[in-house]
C-alpha cells in the first residue's frame, strides 16, 4: 500500500484533490468534527483545561472558535487532547485498508504532527493566495483571524513544498485537475 499525502495552505484543494484520486480517503477535518460530536470523554477533557468557553455537548462550533481566538495557547491545549486521538483514528483506517493499492492522507497537520513515513508520497497542493480567499470567504464560519491562529501552528509553506515529493498546481479547472491526479498516479506506478 502506499501512502499518498496532501499537503499545502488552508483552502489550497486538499480535500477536492483527495477525492478525485479515487481511493480510501482519511479526511482528518471530518475525524476532528467528529470527535466534537461524538466524543463526550474529549469533551469533559476539553472542558476541564478550558472552562470558560464550553456550556454544553457536544461542543459548538461558535463556542470553539470563541475559545481559539480568546487566547493563543487555547488550540493547542485543544490539539493535545484531540490530536492523538484522530492518530489512533488514522492508524485504524491505514490497517483497514492495508490491501488497498493507495490510501490518500488528507491532514492539514501532516507534516507538522511527524505523521510522514519513508515511503510516503507526500503532494504539495499549491494555490494562489486570491483563489484561497475567495475560496475561504464562502465557508461558513469564515474568519481571517480564526485563520491566522490555524497557520500559527502550521511549518511555513516553503518548508512544506520542499519537503514534498510532488506538487500541484490548483487553479480550480476540474479539468485540469483530474488528468494532474492521472498522470501522479501513473507515475507513482
Known amino acids: ?27 482528518a477535518d471530518a475525524v476532528v468534527a467528529e470527535i466534537y460530536k461524538k466524543n463526550k470523554k474529549s469533551y469533559i477533557q476539553i472542558k476541564k483545561k478550558l472552562p470558560n468557553y464550553f456550556s454544553k455537548f457536544p461542543i459548538q462550533k461558535d463556542e470553539l472558535i470563541k475559545c481559539i481566538l480568546a487566547e493563543r495557547s487555547n488550540l493547542k491545549k485543544i490539539t493535545k487532547i484531540v490530536h492523538p486521538l484522530v492518530r489512533k483514528q488514522m492508524e485504524y483506517f491505514i490497517r483497514k485498508n492495508k490491501g488497498k ?68 498546481k490548483n487553479d480550480f479547472n476540474g479539468k485540469k485537475a483530474s488528468n494532474d491526479v492521472q498522470n501522479i498516479l501513473k507515475e507513482i506506478l
Open 1 to 27: 500500500m502506499i501512502r499518498i499525502a496532501l499537503v499545502g495552505d488552508i483552502g489550497c484543494g486538499k480535500s477536492y484533490f483527495s477525492k478525485l484520486f479515487g481511493y480510501p480517503i482519511f479526511n
Open 101 to 168: 493499492k493507495f490510501v490518500i492522507l488528507d491532514i492539514p497537520l501532516f507534516l507538522e504532527n511527524k505523521l510522514n513515513m519513508k515511503n510516503d508520497v507526500i503532494i504539495y497542493i499549491q494555490s494562489s493566495k486570491d483563489n484561497i480567499i475567495k475560496r475561504l470567504s464562502k465557508r461558513n464560519y469564515y474568519n481571517k483571524k480564526l485563520i491566522k491562529r490555524f497557520k500559527e501552528i502550521q511549518l511555513p509553506l516553503k518548508i512544506k513544498k520542499k519537503m514534498s515529493n510532488l506538487i500541484i
